[in-house]
């Protein structure tokens, strides 16, 4: 099924320069990129983003985090696009996350685990809206896909 997830490349990775390594793993998984743009996020939008997790004991060392530099910010399309890119993130603390993945390749801490990625059609929908005006997701057709879709 055809699906589109937010993903978001946080400040840790944007400051190792690590930003080329992990949208260069995306592509090479055939996954088409929709929308694109470096942003340092403001606060209120941090936090409506990370929601769920207000009253948490990690929620404002998260918002500090989010906000201390620039993200990118980018919204994927693919067959099963947002179990996908779960999937390459690895675990939430980057000690359980697989090798292979960009968590488990890249990242120690769970306060520094590089990436986001939507974790249900429901989430994907909020954060693409949240981020992303409609003219800012671009459809398009790639020849290759039909070397990615039977
Ligand atoms: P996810 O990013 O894998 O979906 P969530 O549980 O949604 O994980 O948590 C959102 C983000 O909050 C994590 O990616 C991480 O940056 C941060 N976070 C979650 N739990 C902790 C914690 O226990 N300590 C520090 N930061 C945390
Ligand atoms: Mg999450």
Same mark, same amino acid.
């Given at each position: 099924?055809?699906?589109?997830?937010? +993903?978001?490349?946080?400040?840790?990775?944007? =400051?190792?320069?690590?930003?080329?390594?992990?949208?260069?793993?995306?592509?090479?998984?055939? *996954?088409?990129? +929709?929308?694109?743009? *470096? @942003?340092?996020?403001?606060? /209120? #939008?941090?936090?409506?983003?990370?929601? /769920?997790?207000?009253?948490?004991?990690?929620?404002?060392?998260?918002?500090?985090?989010?906000?201390?530099?620039?993200?990118?910010?980018?919204?994927?399309?693919?067959?099963?696009?947002?179990?996908?890119?779960? =999937?390459? @993130?690895?675990?939430?603390?980057? =000690?359980?996350?697989?090798?292979?993945? +960009?968590?488990?390749?890249?990242? #120690? =801490?769970?306060?520094?685990?590089?990436?986001?990625?939507?974790?249900?059609?429901?989430?994907?929908?909020?954060?693409?809206? *949240?981020?992303?005006?409609?003219?800012? *997701?671009?459809?398009?057709?790639?020849?290759?896909?039909?070397?990615?879709?039977?």
């Amino acid at each position: 099924m055809m699906e589109r997830t937010y +993903v978001m490349i946080k400040p840790d990775a944007m =400051q190792r320069g690590l930003m080329g390594d992990i949208l260069s793993r995306f592509e090479a998984r055939g *996954l088409k990129p +929709v929308a694109v743009k *470096l @942003m340092r996020i403001p606060r /209120e #939008l941090a936090e409506r983003h990370y929601g /769920e997790h207000k009253g948490k004991s990690f929620f404002d060392p998260l918002i500090e985090y989010i906000t201390s530099g620039p993200c990118l910010c980018m919204v994927w399309e693919g067959d099963n696009a947002i179990q996908a890119c779960r =999937q390459m @993130m690895g675990k939430t603390n980057p =000690q359980d996350a697989a090798p292979g993945t +960009v968590r488990g390749d890249l990242a #120690l =801490q769970t306060g520094r685990n590089l990436i986001h990625g939507s974790d249900s059609p429901e989430s994907a929908r909020r954060e693409i809206e *949240l981020f992303f005006n409609d003219y800012e *997701l671009v459809t398009y057709e790639r020849t290759m896909d039909i070397w990615m879709y039977e």
